[in-house]
T-cell receptor, first 115, second 109 residues
C-alpha cells in the first residue's frame, strides 16, 4: 500500500533562518506531488506541484522554493524565513494531477512557526 | 479560474442534530470530492462523486452531486462529537484540484 511521510511535525524557526521540509512517498512510482499551506483552520493554498523529477510548477510567488531530486521525494525550502511564512504545511500525492478518481492523499503536516 | 464556495463557514451543533453543508461553483467539474480534516492532521478523502445527480452514502453521511455538476451537498444525520472537523470540498477539472475554504463543524456532547 502507498504511504506518505512528512517531517518534522512541528518546527520553530527564527526570522531569516533557512527552511527545509521533506516529504517522501512509498509504494507507488511517478506520483504527482504537491505542497500546500493552510491558514489556521481554513482552506488550502497550493504552493507547488510536480509531475516528475526536476519538474516544478509554482502556483504563487513566494519566499519559498521546491525541488524533486528523486521520484518519490519532494522538498520545500526557503533561504530566509519571514514571519508570514508561518503556517501549516501539507504534502500530498496523487496518481493523476486532476485527482479525478482517487483524490489526493495528504501527509500529516508540519506546523511551522517563525519567531 | 474555478472557485468553490462553501457554506456555512462555521457550524456549532449539539450531538444528535442533523446538518447540511454546501459547496457551490459557477464552473462545471468532472468530479467532486469531500475531505475531512481533524486538528493537526492532513485532510482525508471521504468520497468522490462523478455523475450529475449522484448520491452516495457513507454511514450517517450523505453526499449529493448537483445535476449540472457545479455543486454538492453533505448531509450528516444524528451528528456525533467524532464528526467534528473541517470539511473541505474539492473539484476536479483540467488542472490540479480546486479546494473550497471549508466548513468547520463542532459537535458538542
Amino acid at each position: 500500500s502507498q504511504t506518505i511521510h512528512q517531517w518534522p511535525a512541528t518546527l520553530v524557526q527564527p526570522v531569516g533562518s533557512p527552511l527545509s521540509l521533506e516529504c517522501t512517498v512509498e509504494g507507488t512510482s511517478n506520483p504527482n506531488l504537491y505542497w500546500y499551506r493552510q491558514a489556521a483552520g481554513r482552506g488550502l493554498q497550493l504552493l507547488f506541484y510536480s509531475v516528475g523529477i526536476g519538474q516544478i510548477s509554482s502556483e504563487v510567488p513566494q519566499n519559498l522554493s521546491a525541488s524533486r531530486p528523486q521520484d518519490r521525494q519532494f522538498i520545500l525550502s526557503s533561504k530566509k524565513l519571514l514571519l508570514s511564512d508561518s503556517g501549516f504545511y501539507l504534502c500530498a500525492w496523487s496518481l493523476s494531477r486532476t485527482g479525478s478518481s482517487y483524490g489526493y492523499t495528504f501527509g500529516s503536516g508540519t506546523r511551522l512557526t517563525v519567531v | 479560474t474555478q472557485l468553490l464556495e462553501q457554506s456555512p463557514q462555521f457550524l456549532s451543533i449539539q450531538e444528535g442534530e442533523n446538518l447540511t453543508v454546501y459547496c457551490n461553483s459557477s464552473s462545471v467539474f468532472s468530479s467532486l470530492q469531500w475531505y475531512r480534516q481533524e486538528p493537526g492532521e492532513g485532510p482525508v478523502l471521504l468520497v468522490t462523486v462523478v455523475t450529475g445527480g449522484e448520491v452516495k452514502k457513507l454511514k450517517r453521511l450523505t453526499f449529493q452531486f448537483g445535476d449540472a455538476r457545479k455543486d454538492s451537498s453533505l448531509h450528516i444525520t444524528a451528528a456525533q462529537p467524532g464528526d467534528t472537523g473541517l470539511y473541505l470540498c474539492a473539484g476536479s477539472g483540467y488542472s490540479t484540484l480546486t479546494f473550497g475554504k471549508g466548513t468547520m463543524l463542532l459537535v458538542s456532547p
